[in-house]
């Protein structure tokens, strides 16, 4: 969702606005806009499209504003108002006096705005935002030029989520910003200060961030940040060391983010096994500090979250029942979460999962938690995230920056993650044994090489999505361990190919879906040899008699699978209950590829946000 990016120091800043901005355009938008301080005016530039359209926009403008050393810049995705130039950020008041760019959704913006026009001030965008900047202006006016006073009683005025960044005409050198719900991070290096919404944008510059705390304003000079609370009180701020390298953001030699991040896979299980095991042993304490004896008193786990996400925690569902079916666990969706009336208190716990630790709902399914007195884990890939700072007990996934849209290494990231969660738990409990623990970190240790083997196959896969780019749309089907998968598979298909496919567990198919079935349907089975596998070949055969065309996704020398498939592709053996990570490779690189066929935007697939802080 929109991206802010903020610069007041003493090089040009249009640049370094830009660079900002490119590097959040993942985030999802479809207008971006910058307004640069000059001499004596402030000078905007907005565009329908892509930041590369602003850029040279703005190469176009005379040398004076070429050189203005303070600036904001905004990427806008839709939600009061169509896409047009003028609902672009940044908006400006009617007297010009303060500019203003804006992440988040401001509730009562019609109040305020009938509430402005009543006193004469015309609106000239369909916007919310513009509510909040001319309201600005007004108390700008009011306290005398006086900035934090000005900005307090905005802020109080304001109802929703918003991340606020602002230029006053008559403060040359000077940002303000305000967070309530929307992230932002600021970040001084010694000579300039800046802001964005997401870290990735900063690091080129330092990995020394200040992430803003709910109700916490900032101002920004070349000399600094100054911090404040909502009602005016002076704070101070110790940076978080982000322990990122901007390269990790780079796309390197690959033509899209997603692929290469597809790539990196096999490093992220190894990094996270290592942080987490030693030997044959589970070993979270160090990362997880929740109190000995916990868990003897934990009669319920709940696995929440949105997206991608939501089926990381299926994973952990399904390997926690594996292992011990005394525990009452669920999977859950935070949008529904939170709004239900769920169990919760002393003797549950909680496990929050976002890989970008800003997402709405599941940081409002968080705090639901936490106010029912539930125990609550936050695992996140972003250090210093809301979710972070929120939650008491947070572990970190060991992903790096994802900039592809759709979540590729970040799922990998949760999935190791949760697995090593849920044995700790277990062992916490002393209901994993030894022979468990043993198999399933032997079966995790061993993941990285056959994952290796799979990409490296990636042109059968490849093959396989040009044959079938032109299916009408796609059943993605399994049991058990591979239902999380049929749903991550159909997911990542309708985000970045935008096709329409269906997940279902197989024995489903034929209460219903299966009437959709023709030869213009392709059906994606996966079969690993289990206990199951005879069961799931019978519903493939159900698929087949229906003439849809099958690819099955088997395991490696199981030839007798040849029969029920048009096509297949074997993959390596490994613990049943680690399936999920075989699995998972081809799906995503199927997705892919058929976009690519396809010739979609698989970076930046339309109408999609990266980090979604609206509800
Ligand atoms: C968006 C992203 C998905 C992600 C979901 C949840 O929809 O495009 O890739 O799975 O949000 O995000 P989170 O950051 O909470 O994991």
Known sequence: MCGIMGYAGKKPAAGIIIDGLKRQEYRGYDSAGIALRCDS??????????VSELARK???????????????????????????????????????????????????????RSNLESKGIKFVTETDTEAACQLLALLYKDY???????????????????????????????????????????????????????????????????????????????????????????????????????????KGQYEHFMRKEIGEQPDVMRLTIEAHTIVANVAMRKSLNIPRGLMDSIRRI????????????????????????????????????????VPGGGDTLAVFVSQSGETADTLAAARLAKTLGTHCVAITNVRGSTIDREVEHTVLSLAGPEIGVAATKTFMGQIGLLTLLVMFLLKEKGSLSAGDEARLIGGLRSLPTLQQSLLEREGEIKSLAEKYAGSKGFFFIGRRECVPLTMEGALKLKEIAYLPSEAYAAGEMKHGPIAMLDEHLTVVALVPDTDLREKTLSNVEE???????????????????????????????????????????????FAYHVARTLGRDIDMPRNLAKSVTVE
């Open 41 to 50: 005016e402030i000078v905007n530039v907005k565009v329908v499209g892509r």
């Open 58 to 112: 703005v190469s176009e403008l005379p040398p004076e504003s070429a050189g203005a050393i303070t600036g904001i810049g905004h990427t806008r995705w839709a939600t009061h108002g169509g896409v047009t130039e003028t609902n672009a950020h940044p908006h400006e008041s009617a007297d010009g006096m303060t500019v203003l760019v804006h992440n988040g959704i401001i509730e009562n913006s019609r109040e305020l």
């Open 302 to 341: 709940q696995f929440v979250a949105c997206g991608t996400s939501s089926y990381a925690t299926l994973v952990a569902k399904n390997i926690m029942e594996s292992l011990d079916n005394g525990i009452d666990v669920s999977a859950e969706i935070a949008s529904e979460y939170r709004y239900r009336n």
């Open 543 to 589: 698929c087949r008699a229906r003439n849809a065309p099958t690819i099955l996704i088997a395991s490696e020398g199981d030839e007798g699978a040849l029969a029920h498939a048009d096509d297949i592709l074997f993959v390596p053996r490994t613990e049943p209950e680690l399936f999920p990570f075989i699995g998972l490779i081809p799906l995503q690189l």
């Open 144 to 250: 005398g030029g006086d900035a934090l006073r000005a900005m307090s009683a905005l802020t109080a005025e304001l109802r929703g989520a918003f991340a606020l960044v602002i230029m006053f005409l008559d403060r040359p050198n000077e940002i303000w910003c305000a967070r309530k719900g929307s992230p932002l991070v600021a970040a001084f290096d010694g000579g300039a200060c800046y802001c964005a919404s997401d870290p990735t944008a900063l690091l080129r510059y330092t990995h020394d961030l200040f992430f803003l705390e709910e109700e916490e304003m900032v101002s920004l000079t070349p000399s600094g940040c100054k911090f404040f609370g909502f009602e005016g009180q002076k704070r101070i701020k110790k940076a978080i060391h982000l322990n990122w390298d901007s390269v990790m953001a780079d």
